[in-house]
């Protein structure tokens, strides 16, 4: 059992469990396997030689094929990398399909949809990363559509022009105002 904390101060800290170390530790880590108290030195499994550290670890495999993750099981015989996998596949629960990402829709752009470089077009609504995000960049199809009105307002505004007989509204000089 570890000494708490110092004279002034006993619920502050305790001191390290490890027998070579009896350092005193404000913020010490307690050991899950042994129960001890131990500074940051002696903190994991190995470091304080801890009894029960063979219970605590879990291990996984990641197949590469459809990104599972494969727990190792506590077995007295321990499986390498490749039975684990091969087990995996055996039992038809390995899909690659559920790995593929979805691409950038763009001809020739390669790029994987994640959350991060994802954004949709609000013109089109179409998915694409982030380099194909304006509407020039993925030939966006209701891109035409504003340019096509503001087109059609500069026309509209000349034809306003014209409707009031040619003549422009006259300029105001700065020269016309008096500052008193």
């Known amino acids: 059992m570890a000494r708490r904390g110092t004279e002034f101060f006993p619920d502050l800290g305790a001191q390290c469990d490890d027998v070579g170390c009896n350092q005193l530790d404000f913020l010490p880590f307690e050991c899950d396997g042994c129960g001890g108290f131990f500074c940051a030195a002696?903190?994991?499994?190995?470091?304080?030689?801890?009894?029960?550290?063979?219970?605590?670890?879990?291990?996984?495999?990641?197949?590469?094929?459809?990104?599972?993750?494969?727990?190792?099981?506590?077995?007295?015989?321990?499986?390498?990398?490749?039975?684990?996998?091969?087990?995996?596949?055996?039992?038809?629960?390995?899909?690659?399909?559920?790995?593929?990402?979805?691409?950038?829709?763009?001809?020739?752009?390669?790029?994987?949809?994640?959350?991060?470089?994802?954004?949709?077009?609000?013109?089109?609504?179409?998915?694409?990363?982030?380099?194909?995000?304006?509407?020039?960049?993925?030939?966006?199809?209701?891109?035409?559509?504003p340019a096509a009105r503001r087109d059609a307002g500069v026309q509209c505004g000349r034809g306003a022009q014209k409707k009031e007989g040619g003549r422009r509204p006259p300029a105001v000089s700065i020269r016309s105002f008096k500052i008193c």
């Open 42 to 145: 002696h903190r994991t499994y190995p470091d304080h030689g801890c009894a029960k550290a063979a219970d605590q670890g879990r291990t996984v495999v990641v197949c590469p094929d459809c990104g599972d993750a494969i727990e190792r099981t506590a077995a007295p015989r321990q499986q390498s990398e490749r039975e684990i996998l091969d087990e995996h596949v055996r039992s038809r629960r390995c899909d690659p399909a559920r790995k593929r990402r979805p691409a950038c829709p763009v001809p020739r752009c390669k790029e994987e949809l994640t959350f991060c470089n994802t954004t949709q077009c609000k013109g089109c609504g179409l998915k694409v990363c982030l380099r194909h995000r304006f509407p020039a960049d993925h030939n966006c199809a209701a891109a035409g559509a």
